[in-house]
């Protein structure tokens, strides 16, 4: 058990001021936010900016859907979209670079700036992204040039690829009043500077323009000096190791509080062993430490099939954040499918000599948002935390990161708690992490826990004043001194989510943590009278504790501030606060309580906005603060109002109910034959069985689709066991999985109409064989389908009542 109970941190004294104006990173002239970088942080419009990077590739969506995806993107707490180029998928024939459909850059660029979402190119050449080539074209690898080098006849056709998409993104820069904020170059290029900087003055001379250009930083990369911003990663797990491995200790140390930011294990697989172990921090003095892969989730090999739950997201996300973090950038954000190549399929594998083999298909990542836009817990352990950045980044990315006297004695130690705090030295303010999860091996509850933070010029702070438990499990961020519109609030043991104007009344939106008392301490002097629905407040010295409070929607602690001003604490229990939402609605800011996905559409409504709820429920229901002068309404539905605590509760009812969806009627046509054996390629790795498998050895299931089922929003849910599978409509390959344990999801709207009719859908599932060296987080049975079900989501459209 953990023996330490009172936990002592001290900030030395104020930190050194940043550097700036070091830097030959310019925005463009005249824009009325210049983005500038600090060594420790970024600037915009004058400000400390924070911002939230989510990866979505375009060309691994239909195009049809990319305005939807993207609002759940930017409702999820996305500011910037990144996404690769990928060269591959534009020009897999040598001289037809394609734009059209699926593949419109310029369509996707403008549909993130008319949401006013930042936008950010990953031009390669090679990106990587677990497609075939690292996204290089066949073509261009059958040449005389060597790749990746300043070899004249492989930079030859990289500058007329720059060329085109400079010419797609011609406009879209920021002098134009474009969303274009960064551009990477390359990805994982580790020991080739002078070739980094000639891909970025090619760029710059092909007509693409940002205030920050950036490449990725892990594996003790090479930089040229000054040049490129670097940019660090972190993985919760990850499927390009050994099979028999074990959790790699290069993702266990992304749970940890630490001021390293390297990580030495991403594309380890991809790198000579003779590159890197150069200094972890190399770039820390000059650079703020910004990131553009944190894993969203994680990609499955065939060999090695990680899960990623939530949890484990959510608390490496949390927990960056507290480390110094300045940038919190994810791969993936948004699940996507591989485009059907024309010459070859499209995936990385062991066909072109890379390590590792992925599905031909699904490139789902267990993303917080889906292959098909589905949404997944890990969305909504994220969003709480965006919705902390978009109201208190500007204050946390200037704030320096400060570990405690005692810290974890190395990676194996589970006893001793993991926090740290950002905070400012001289105003005493700051927030405290604390990081009680991580994958695979459970930590365990710290019982009478206390906390010290000490200050050079202020006094210190010692809370909460009853000693709590921290359960297993548990990551949260507390403020400290925060002034919330005149009122401050010296501790809370609960997590800031947002705040919301109120009928002239700031409202503080803050998350309990599950197993740990609400306490909330205010400054006594800047009140005048204050009251709390439950518990009880007490004066101690010169504040007012407020102890014994019930989270929920009637939570409001009401105060008057000693400046003349009203502040509301409105205290949500764990479960509810993963419901919220903010955004413009109905012509105002809203905090919007929804269990379902909600997108904000401001250019809806005739410009007031509307909200548009999707939900597989029968009658969603939105609670909304403040609650717009009428109730909204939602077109062929009633909306019934009732108040939900300090909320206004709305839910719709169809005037015509749709079925969920009838019973899945599925037909084994074929058992499964014996299991191929197990082939190795690269590195020795078991390779996916090949395609003549699926004809000779699998199980085949016959899927009844019903031609009345609604194919937009309808998904087929799969739960099954075995090792590989398929589904085909005819004799074309439309959705695929290798075996880890999740439900299989297949949408319906992706699949051809007509063929569907005629052919039908099947679905072809592998056994895997007995002994083959395969990582699996469960057991794999025989291939089986145990059931399937429709899942059948629906759109409410709430406008302006």
């Known amino acids: 058990m953990p023996q330490e109970k009172a936990h002592r ?100 660029a403008e549909l993130c700036a008319r949401h006013g979402l930042d936008f950010i190119p990953r ?5 990587h992204a677990e497609v075939r080539n690292g996204g290089l074209p066949d073509w261009l690898l059958a040449g005389a040039g060597t790749p990746r080098t300043d070899d004249p006849a492989y930079l030859a056709p990289v500058r007329t690829w720059f060329a085109a998409i400079a010419g797609q993104l011609r406009g879209l820069d920021r002098a134009s009043g474009g969303p274009i904020v960064a551009v990477q170059i390359e990805n994982e ?13 090619m760029a710059q001379e092909a007509g693409l323009s940002a205030p920050l250009w950036t490449s990725t930083a892990w594996g003790g990369v090479q930089l040229p000096p000054d040049e490129l911003l670097p940019l660090y990663g972190g993985y919760p797990e990850t499927f390009w190791t050994e099979a028999d491995g074990g959790w790699p200790d290069t993702c266990r140390k992304h749970f940890f509080f630490t001021h390293q930011r390297d990580d030495e294990g991403i594309g380890a697989d991809l790198r000579p062993t003779t590159v890197g172990g150069g200094d972890p921090d190399a770039y820390a003095d000059r650079f703020p430490w910004a990131t553009c892969e944190l894993g969203g989730g994680m990609a499955v090999a065939y060999h090695r099939r990680p899960r990623v739950d939530a949890p484990d997201v959510g608390a490496l996300g949390l927990t960056k954040i507290g480390c110094g973090s300045v940038w919190q950038g994810y791969y993936m954000v948004h699940g996507g499918t591989n485009p059907a190549g024309e010459l070859t399929p499209l995936q990385e594998s062991h066909a072109t000599d890379y390590p590792n083999d992925l599905p031909v ?66 105003s005493g303010s700051g927030f405290l992490f604390v990081n009680n999860h991580q994958p695979h091996e459970p930590l365990p509850a710290h019982p009478d826990t206390t906390f010290t933070v000490e200050f050079p010029e202020v006094s210190a702070l010692t809370f909460p004043s009853t000693p709590v438990t921290v359960p297993p499990g ?4 507390w403020p400290l001194r925060l002034d919330v519109g005149g009122l401050r609030l010296d501790w809370a043991t609960a997590q800031p989510v947002c705040t919301v104007e109120d009928h002239g009344r700031a409202v503080l939106v803050l998350a309990a943590t599950d197993g740990i008392p609400v306490e909330l301490a205010l400054d006594a002097g800047t009140l005048t009278s204050l009251s709390t629905p439950s518990g009880e407040f007490a004066r101690v010295g010169d504040r007012i504790l407020i102890t014994g409070l019930r989270p929920g929607t009637d939570a409001l602690v009401e105060v008057d501030t000693a400046d003349g001003g009203r502040v509301g604490l409105l205290v949500l229990d764990a479960a509810t606060a993963r419901t919220a939402y903010r955004g413009v609605a109905w012509g105002a800011e809203r905090l919007v309580l929804c269990a379902d996905g909600v997108v904000f559409d401001e250019s809806a409504g005739g410009g007031v906005g509307e909200v548009r709820v999707h939900s597989p429920a029968g009658e969603p229901s939105f609670a909304v603060l403040p609650a717009p002068e009428r109730a909204p309404v939602v077109a062929g539905a009633t909306v019934r109002e009732s108040a939900d605590g300090v909320l206004t509760r709305y839910t719709v009812s169809a005037a015509s109910r749709r079925d969920p969806g009838p019973p899945v009627q599925v ?35 016959h899927v009844d689709v019903p031609d009345d089922l609604p194919r937009t929003g309808t ?14 409509v005819g004799g074309t390959l439309v959705a695929d999985q290798f075996y880890s344990g999740r439900v299989w999801d297949i949408g319906l709207d992706r699949l051809p109409v007509e063929a569907l009719r005629t052919e039908g859908l099947r679905l072809r599932l592998l056994s895997l064989p007995a ?20 899942v059948v989501a629906r759109t409410w459209v709430a406008g302006a009542g």
């Open 715 to 728: 998904l087929l849910r799969v739960h099954w066991t075995g090792d590989a599978a398929r589904a085909y």
């Open 9 to 108: 941190l001290r900030f030395s004294a104020p930190a050194a001021p940043s550097l700036t104006g070091h830097l030959p990173f310019a925005d463009a002239p005249g824009v009325p936010d210049p983005i500038e970088v600090t060594s420790r942080y970024l600037t915009r419009g004058g400000r400390p900016w924070f911002p939230v990077s989510g990866e979505f590739h375009y060309t691994r969506y239909p195009a049809r859907d990319w305005s939807e995806e993207l609002l759940k993107m930017k409702a999820g707490g996305v500011t910037a979209v990144a996404s690769y180029v990928i060269w591959i998928h534009h020009e897999e024939a040598e001289g037809r670079i394609r734009f059209d459909g699926d593949r419109d850059l310029r369509r996707f």
């Open 667 to 701: 037909t084994l046509d074929r058992p499964a034959g014996p299991a191929p054996e197990t082939v190795t390629g690269v590195l020795g790795r078991a390779s996916a069985p090949a395609d003549k498998y699926y004809d000779t050895a699998a199980a085949e299931y």
């Open 771 to 790: 002994g083959a060296p395969v990582y699996l987080p469960v057991a794999a049975g025989a291939a089986e389908v145990a059931r399937a079900e429709w």
């Open 123 to 127: 031009i390669g050449p090679w990106s």
């Open 189 to 201: 290029l580790y020991d080739q500077p002078g070739h980094l900087l000639t891909l970025k003055r």
């Open 361 to 426: 298909l699904t490139y789902d990542f267990q993303a917080p948002l889906g292959e098909y836009g589905q949404y997944r817990p890990s969305y909504h352990e994220l969003r709480l935390q965006h919705l902390l950045l978009a109201d208190f980044g500007h204050l946390i990315a200037p704030m320096e990161s400060v570990l405690p006297e005692r810290q974890p004695a190395g990676q194996g130690d589970r006893e001793t708690l993991r926090w740290a705090v950002r905070g400012d030295a001289v």
């Open 474 to 477: 548990a990551y949260f961020c």
